[in-house]
């Protein structure tokens, strides 16, 4: 999708962004798909799980959330700093709607550990299943 106007411009990356995660997971089978998602910029609970849901919808598996924090005093202002109870209800969130594994809290990046607490979380749904 090609955008002339800046207001759709977010729109624009949005699609093209889940585009992205769709041919991937489509053009090898078995593949693994992450993104990530950074929290505090005025997005509302609907917004994120109509997002979560997006994503879903076409097959990611796993899903980092963190907080955003501004670098710089000419990039976004943080909205929001969500709490640790929030990030909690995020990660549960999100695994009971069917991703494989959900990063969630403000210090969470988009490579957090993800490799590794993947792996961990794939050997044990490997033990509960033989059991």
Same mark, same amino acid.
């Given at each position: 999708?090609?955008? #002339?106007?800046?207001?759709?411009?977010? @729109?624009?990356?949005? +699609?093209? !962004? *889940?585009?992205? @995660?769709?041919?991937?997971? *489509? !053009?090898?089978?078995?593949?693994?798909? #992450?993104?990530?998602?950074?929290?505090?910029?005025?997005?509302?609970?609907?917004? @994120?799980?109509?997002?979560?849901?997006?994503?879903?919808?076409?097959? &990611?598996?796993?899903?980092?959330?963190?907080?955003?924090?501004?670098? =710089?005093?000419?990039?976004? =202002?943080? #909205?929001?700093?969500?709490?640790?109870?929030?990030?909690?209800?995020? #990660?549960?969130?999100?695994?009971?709607?069917?991703?494989?594994? &959900?990063? !969630?809290?403000?210090?969470?990046?988009? !490579?957090?550990?993800?490799?590794? *607490?993947?792996?961990?979380?794939?050997?044990? +749904?490997?033990?509960?299943?033989?059991?």
């Amino acid at each position: 999708m090609f955008c #002339k106007s800046s207001v759709f411009a977010h @729109l624009c990356s949005y +699609e093209q !962004s *889940l585009s992205v @995660l769709k041919h991937a997971k *489509l !053009s090898k089978p078995g593949m693994i798909t #992450k993104t990530s998602i950074m929290l505090g910029l005025g997005e509302s609970d609907d917004e @994120l799980k109509e997002t979560m849901s997006d994503l879903r919808e076409i097959d &990611v598996d796993i899903l980092t959330l963190g907080q955003y924090l501004q670098p =710089t005093p000419l990039h976004l =202002t943080v #909205k929001e700093y969500v709490t640790p109870e929030k990030f909690t209800f995020w #990660k549960e969130y999100g695994e009971s709607i069917g991703f494989r594994y &959900v990063a !969630s809290g403000p210090l969470v990046r988009s !490579s957090y550990r993800a490799g590794e *607490l993947f792996v961990q979380t794939m050997v044990k +749904e490997r033990a509960n299943n033989t059991s």
